[in-house]
DNA sequence: ATGAGTGCAAAGGCTTTGCATTAGG
DNA sequence: CCTAATGCAAAGCCTTTGCACTCAT
């Protein structure tokens, strides 16, 4: 999707939940996308004019909310931030677990297929809910190697 | 493999390394092989008797050190603990999205092969180099249904 | 005017560290 | 003996909250 499409759906999203798409959401939605990987809180706030960092806080708190942007856990403390996958397409993470940057790469089709199948059955068994699942790949960026 | 096994791999794993297994240290292995699933630091002192909460931690970082235990990364920010895969036997994660649960969950051996031949071949191409592969389900448990 | 958005500072919550004490090789 | 392990309390670090101010409708 086109950065003007995404600024658009996400105004659509925010405005029938009654919510504002305010600068500074806008600038957020902005940085991520452009960056095309999950970004930490401080790497926001530097990629955009210094914004409070409760702020935007606060802002992602919304945003995630209305599923715009998603939390994405890599190797532990602290958080990262990208586009929901109805905005950026669905995609899986290379994440380094010494430094803990992040890749965006996409799998076969037949894969994803398959993985579905499997977990949808593994999930219905257990009685839980089948939301999505999240395969990501852990290893040594080329830096850290 | 069988809980006395585990505890003489480990034991042997820290001794090669210089390190000692101390009864603190068995008595975390020994909680979380019971366990059977990934748990945080307050499960852990909560299932054995007192241990100091600092105590958990750094044990935690030493077992972690010698691939003995591995951190769990779940719904965002509390950690969860469980024996590393060597000591378990590959598994993958049925996470609740709203408690944090987490259920262990074996996949075919075909699909995980398949997801292995992948991801190299991704790996490579990003100039990262693969160590494992993390593949979870995300949804609801039965409770929170 | 009225509620939402923003900034600054303070508070929270999980995790780590300092330091004195105890125990194991 | 000497280094590692343990407990308690204090410090750290990321994240959340309180409160006053500004902005948009």
């Known amino acids: 999707m086109a950065l003007i499409e995404i600024h658009t ?40 004019n210094g914004l409070a960092q409760s702020s935007v806080y606060r802002n992602l708190v919304v945003l995630e909310e209305f599923d715009i942007v998603v939390k994405v856990v890599t190797n532990g403390e602290i958080g990262r931030y990208e586009l929901a996958e109805d905005l950026t397409g669905h995609h899986h993470h290379l994440i380094c677990s010494n430094c803990g940057v992040v890749r965006d790469v996409v799998v076969p089709h037949a894969l994803e297929s398959d993985i579905d199948r499997v977990l949808a059955t593994i999930a219905r068994r257990e009685g839980f809910s089948l939301d999505h699942h999240r395969l990501d790949v852990i290893g040594k960026c080329a830096k850290c190697r």
Chains 1, 2 share one sequence.
């Open 9 to 48: 759906e996400v105004e659509e999203r925010l405005h029938q939940h009654h919510q504002r798409y305010s600068p500074q959401r806008r600038e957020i939605v902005n940085v991520l996308a452009k960056a095309g990987h999950p970004l930490t809180i401080q790497d926001i706030r530097k990629r955009s």
